[in-house]
């Protein structure tokens, strides 16, 4: 592999990475994570008959509270102004789906406040139904999309 690895420095030492001379860019990431469940578990949430209450929207809200606490879990996050976080959850193959999407313009991108809000958001809905299935378990979180930015556009295939 050619390409540095931009959180280190030439002593293979952590660092935060300068972004001071990078350009003001729209930029937009989308994320997902699958929380897979028994049929009756994912029913139960969807149909909001949980005894903790409505966890699709408390869900909801943790996902954007975490999109904006990123830079204070990932330590070598920059702090960013987001201008849009939005959360959504979907049953697919029996799975619920949780998807979520920040964007910024700043000098860097938002690959990783998607990424914890789909995360935390994901772990919500554990949290909320554990009490019904200890089984559930959170996977395939992955970034789905990017865009703007100097390394460009990406999207996964598939």
Not at 10 to 37: F, M, P, Q, S, Y
Not at 94 to 108: C, I, W, Y
Request: include cysteine; hydrophobic fraction near 45%.
């Amino acid at each position: 592999m050619s390409e540095k690895l931009t959180h280190l420095n030439e002593r293979g030492e952590a660092h935060i990475v300068d972004i001071g001379g990078k350009a003001v860019t729209a930029r937009r990431a989308v994320a997902r994570a699958r929380l897979e469940a028994k049929p009756e578990t994912v029913a139960a949430i969807v149909g909001g008959t949980l005894k903790k209450g409505d966890a699709l929207a408390v869900a909801r809200i943790a996902g954007i509270m975490a999109a904006k606490k990123t830079s204070d879990l990932i330590p070598l996050c920059h702090p960013i102004a987001l201008s849009k976080v939005e959360v959504e959850i979907a049953v697919e193959g029996g799975d619920l789906v949780v998807t979520a999407t920040a964007e910024t313009s700043d000098r860097t991108g938002v690959e990783m406040e998607a990424m914890t809000a789909a995360s935390v958001a994901a772990l919500t809905l554990y949290d909320m139904a554990k009490g019904i299935d200890r089984a559930m378990r959170v996977s395939t979180i992955e970034l789905v999309e990017k865009s703007g930015g100097k390394s460009g556009d990406f999207r996964r295939d598939g």
